[in-house]
């Protein structure tokens, strides 16, 4: 416990193995039985987050008891005891407490160990301190993370995560002493790794690397064979680009095999030493430096991405703090990173963006500065996406017009990401974001610019999908693939593996079980994605539309249904034979936002209306899908289908003639 201790916590929370907490004295919390636990770890998971008492306790029953509720609030109350002692009679708890429909676990940043696992495998510190802080984190885990709730479904996804953290730790480690010159202690501690994870190949590299610096060229090359025969055999997959490079280049003896990291890592590097001495020094060219290397950072992978998004905002406030609107405008404008999913992954970090480029706007000089002026309001377009904001439309459009007029390649390829995520206004509007899809591949393989012919094939293949056109997505998909292998582009698989799920769940040749069974392939190829806004909640959501186009009731099994829970619930508690409680639901269901799923989440809702006889929820689905009516529901999202959307119009037709 003493390397976990941490001066001014009360209390100390560990999920990095059995679930348990300590007092500020490093003693062991007695937490009673596993319920207790189990309520414990469900807000830790949630993060802060208020978990209502209904999904605690679906989480913790399969078939709840008739006083669940009573019992949760008696778990809370013995969690309250334990973990305030000396709190005074009849004052509010400050640690567990409760908010609105349920509770939440306040607790700091400092009080989780896998909190703060997290933030030390994400750091940006030297070498020889990273290595040292990495060494005494690893030593935190005292067993799998959550590890006697691990095969829960609401600690799956975090479980896996964490172990997904940690092996990237003991990467990022050997990293960190080859960054030093100690590739000869990085060696063990690599072999051992390869060993018990055979598919994972930057562990490969790294060993090849460090025994290739230690003079030993033959084992290098001897590994980069055994990790091909392993992989091939096992996984049937041949080596990625990375290991077949580093082969070539340990053959003809590259010089640059002697940098320390691999190219995510450096770009990570070089942006936090840009950084550091842009604050240090005020120098202004360093902040746009740094934008670069953060932007290069974002289409790395998961991991640069999530530490690209970190620093962003801080950057852009420390443009804004030299008061230098044009300065300001530049680095806000500079991170031209395509995006394809409509919900944020950060919302507050975008309305930060989205805040200081509309005073950025309004700090230019009124003359000049188009070009400027046009990717602040791309960014806008882009960062204020799913939103029924009639300024980031007007936004976008201007956009796009500016950089027409100023006939900038990149300007325009930026601007139509812009004008995508605002082509939602209404439902139908595939063939619009098509047109979008085609001048984007156009403009972008016209001028070099791989990043947004990507995004223009996967915009193509949301739109192609749904407008049922899976031989034309198909090429498209293809496509984006070979460029995404060729530009090194790992996210894109993400969007590719999904739609192929997709086309098998709507071609009708599949099996309930066989699509149910392509989609959770395809959400375990996410894990890990980087993408909260893509990845929080969706397997469920997938799941649910898979049920509804097979007419099938919802899933009653605890979910973590993120943002969709308000269209999933009144499904929910349908299958689960409460009418009553489903009609209510149903009238607090808001208006779904204006993004990929638009469409989707109004069948939900008109499926339900029908369900329980709500004639106005039902009038107004109907009217916001008839627009749609030629397409395919859900699929302009490239991920999931609830069937022909005129099904769902002719369905609530019939239901409100009757």
């Not at 936004?395 to 300007?411: G, T």
């Not at 001028?447 to 034309?472: C, I, K, P, T």
């Not at 898979?546 to 943002?563: C, E, F, I, N, Y």
């Not at 607090?588 to 929820?617: H, K, M, Y």
């Amino acid at each position: 416990m003493s390397a976990l201790y941490r001066e001014g916590v009360e209390v100390l929370f560990g999920v990095l193995g059995p679930v348990t907490a300590w007092d500020g004295h490093g003693d062991a919390i007695a937490l009673k039985g596993p319920r207790h636990r189990a309520v414990l770890a469900r807000l830790i998971v949630a993060r802060g987050r208020v978990v209502p008492v209904s999904r605690i306790v679906d989480d913790l029953w399969v078939d709840p008891p008739s006083d669940a509720v009573g019992a949760v609030r008696t778990f809370v109350a013995a969690l309250r005891r334990v973990l305030e002692p000396d709190r005074p009679p009849r004052t509010p708890p400050r640690l567990l407490v409760t908010e609105g429909p349920g509770y939440a676990l306040r607790a700091g940043p400092e009080a989780v160990d896998a909190w703060r696992f997290e933030r030390v495998v994400a750091s940006d510190r030297p070498p020889a301190e990273l290595a040292g802080a990495l060494d005494e984190a690893l030593g935190w885990w005292r067993g799998p993370a959550y590890a006697e709730f691990a095969e829960e479904p609401w600690a799956r996804a975090e479980h896996s995560r964490l172990a997904e953290l940690r092996l990237r730790a003991v990467e990022r480690k050997a990293e960190a002493r080859l960054a030093q010159g100690l590739a000869a202690e990085a060696i063990p501690d690599l072999d051992a790794h390869v060993a018990d994870h055979p598919w994972r190949e930057d562990a490969w590299r790294l060993l090849a690397l460090a025994l290739y610096r230690t003079g030993r060229q033959g084992d290098a090359l001897s590994v980069l064979h055994r990790a091909r025969g392993l992989l091939v055999e096992e996984l049937g997959l041949d080596p990625g680009p990375a290991l077949r490079r580093l082969e070539e280049d340990i053959l003809r003896q590259a010089d640059h095999l002697e940098p320390a990291r691999d190219a995510a890592s450096r770009v990570w590097a070089q942006a936090a030493e840009a950084y550091d001495r842009t604050v240090a020094s005020g120098a202004r060219a360093r902040l746009e430096s740094t934008v670069g290397l953060l932007r290069s950072l974002a289409v790395t992978g998961a991991g640069g991405l999530e530490a690209a998004r970190e620093q962003r905002l801080a950057v852009v406030t420390a443009a804004e703090e030299l008061g230098d609107a044009e300065l300001t405008a530049r680095v806000i404008g500079a991170f031209d990173v395509p995006a394809i999913w409509t919900r944020s992954d950060d919302p507050r970090q975008a309305a930060g963006v989205v805040a200081a480029a509309e005073r950025a706007l309004a700090g230019l000089p009124e003359d000049g500065h188009e070009a400027a002026r046009a990717r602040l309001l791309a960014t806008i377009a882009l960062e204020s996406r799913g939103a029924r904001d009639d300024r980031a439309r007007e936004a976008a459009r201007a956009a796009v017009r500016v950089a027409r007029e100023l006939d900038d390649p990149a300007l325009l390829a930026f601007a139509l990401n812009g004008a995508f995520m605002q082509a939602f206004d209404r439902a139908g509007l595939a063939p619009r974001r098509d047109e979008i899809g085609a001048e984007l591949v156009d403009v972008s393989a016209r001028n070099d610019l791989s990043s947004y012919e990507v995004l223009g094939h996967l915009v193509r293949v949301q739109a192609r999908a749904a407008l049922g056109d899976f031989g034309g997505a198909d090429r498209h998909a293809d496509a984006a693939d070979r460029l995404a292998e060729r530009h090194e582009r790992p996210l894109v698989g993400v969007f590719t593996t999904w739609y192929r799920a997709l086309r098998l769940a709507a071609s009708g040749e599949a099996s309930f079980e066989e699509a149910e069974s392509a989609y959770r392939a395809a959400a375990a190829h996410m894990e890990g994605c980087g993408m909260p806004g893509l990845e929080e909640g969706l397997l469920p959501l997938v799941l649910l539309c898979l049920r509804v186009q097979h007419r099938l009731p919802a899933q009653t099994g605890p979910a973590d249904w993120g943002p969709y829970l308000p269209w999933a619930r009144p499904l929910v508690l349908l299958a689960r034979g409460r009418p009553g409680e489903a009609a209510a639901a149903l009238r607090d269901v808001p208006d779904p936002p204006r993004d990929l799923l638009f469409e989707a989440l109004w069948c939900l809702t008109g499926q339900a209306a029908i369900a329980v006889g709500d004639r106005p929820a039902m009038r107004r689905a109907h009217d916001e899908l008839v627009p749609a009516a030629g397409e395919l529901a859900g699929a302009q999202s490239g991920l999931l289908t609830l069937g022909p959307v005129s099904r769902h119009v002719d369905d609530l037709a019939a239901a409100l003639t009757e």
